[in-house]
């Protein structure tokens, strides 16, 4: 009883992950936008250069890694968020902690991910640890318009108060 069980379960849980990482490509032709902060040519860059480039959208940042499951499972829930909020002035910004280039990007492309992605420097990492106080992953951050920081920890995307706090920096 206890194997039919455990099969039961094992089965289940595959057939979630095939059903999850086919809900991260809903815009086969979009694609990701990736910049690698540890690039000799983006090497001074700092996280103001970033969330410079959005200034006068709200921008709704992400960070996370390849290897953390908890990251993985809410990118379908941020895909659906970006859906919903189509032609609004939201940017959705993914800040990667990831050491490895190659297991980045490879995420990125085997989850299909589309969107603003970068992967943060040492120097990146030190700014966001002392803004943001980052000590775990995924961890959302919530900034107005104005480039005021509204929520350090804002709810993660598969929270269905999250488009309801993004609507409210919209006006």
């Known amino acids: 009883m206890k194997i039919k069980v455990s099969l039961i ?43 410079k480039k959005y200034k006068g959208k709200v921008i709704y940042l992400d960070f996370w890694a390849s290897w953390c499951g908890p990251c993985k499972r809410e990118m379908p829930y941020s895909t659906k968020l970006k859906e919903q909020l189509t032609g609004k002035d939201v940017a959705f910004v993914y800040i990667s902690t990831d050491k490895n280039a190659a297991s980045w990007e490879g995420m990125i492309n085997e989850l299909g991910l589309v969107g603003e992605h970068y992967r943060a420097s040492a120097k990146v990492k030190q700014e966001i640890v002392e803004r943001f106080n980052l000590q775990y992953i995924p961890r959302y951050v919530l900034i107005n318009k104005e480039g005021v920081v509204a929520d350090d920890n804002a709810k993660r995307p598969s929270d269905p108060m999250i488009s309801g706090d993004i609507d409210k920096l919209l006006m």
Do not use: C, H, R, W
């Open 9 to 51: 379960s094992l089965v289940i849980v595959m057939m979630s992950a095939f059903t999850l990482t086919a809900q991260y490509s809903s815009s086969k032709d979009a694609k990701p936008n990736i910049t690698d902060l540890n690039e000799t040519k983006n090497a001074s860059k700092s996280l103001d250069d970033i969330l």
